[in-house]
């Protein structure tokens, strides 16, 4: 079982409008959660970094929460733009398969924004 | 412009041919990691390297090899053991093992023909 589950797989949004996009992880104990930005074809690019006694973290139009509890984070993307199409993934960093401080990814939500 | 260089940006392979894909880095970063991507499937860590001539397996090392005989440079062969190379290659570095920060490069595309 993916230890970083991610929803939607997909979604499709109108330029301007708002979204969120979610990640439920198993993950424990973890260290920090990260979401990735990757545009098809190329490496995935930093948006935000988190431990777990932060709750939200904001970078530009990007804003993402955690909550450390329920194991849940999302990520909020105001006024989205075209430029904002791309595949967005959930990283956490913990202990899993008898590793530490693993980077464990999530297969990501892939964001098309239409005009 | 620092940063991390992969290349080529696409490579084809003939069936049973080793092939190895070049990361350079110039951040000075001591760790460094190879992961694939597949369609549906999150990245998954081939091999990683924390110093120079050091480096460890990850989840999927069967079918790879990797030195690292320099701080910057951490290439990854492709051997004719792999038996679905076919895939999207990520070289990403940070300041030590697992750190805050993980820059990626702009990946590799290998197709086996």
């Known amino acids: 079982k993916n230890q970083v589950e991610q929803s939607p797989q997909s979604l499709i949004i109108l330029e301007g409008k708002n979204c969120t996009l979610q990640c439920n992880y198993t993950v424990s104990p973890f260290s920090n959660l990260r979401w990735y930005k990757q545009d098809t074809g190329r490496g995935p690019v930093s948006l935000t970094i988190?431990?777990?006694?932060?709750n939200t973290k904001s970078n530009g139009r990007y804003t993402a929460t955690l909550d450390a509890d329920t194991k849940q984070s999302s990520l909020h993307i105001t006024a989205s733009q075209l430029s904002d199409s791309a595949s967005y993934i959930c990283v956490v960093v913990g202990n899993y398969g008898g590793a530490t401080n693993k980077l464990i990814f999530g297969t990501g939500t892939l964001l098309a924004v239409q005009p | 412009d620092g940063g991390i260089t992969q290349s080529p940006k696409y490579l084809f392979r003939k069936e049973g041919q080793n092939v190895t894909l070049s990361c350079e880095q110039n951040l000075n970063h001591d760790a460094m990691y190879w992961y694939r991507q597949d369609p549906g499937q999150g990245l998954r860590l081939i091999y990683y390297?924390?110093?120079?001539?050091?480096?460890q397996k990850g989840d999927i090392a069967e079918g790879y090899s990797v030195s690292r005989e320099k701080k910057e440079s951490f290439p990854l062969t492709v051997t004719s053991a792999q038996k679905n190379p076919t895939a999207f290659y990520l070289c990403?570095?940070?300041?030590?093992?697992?750190?805050?920060?993980?820059?990626f490069g702009q990946g590799t595309r290998l197709t086996v023909v």
């Open positions: 990403a570095s940070s300041i030590r093992e697992r750190g805050p920060e993980a820059f």
């Open positions: 988190m431990t777990f006694s932060e």
């Open positions: 390297s924390q110093i120079v001539n050091d480096f």
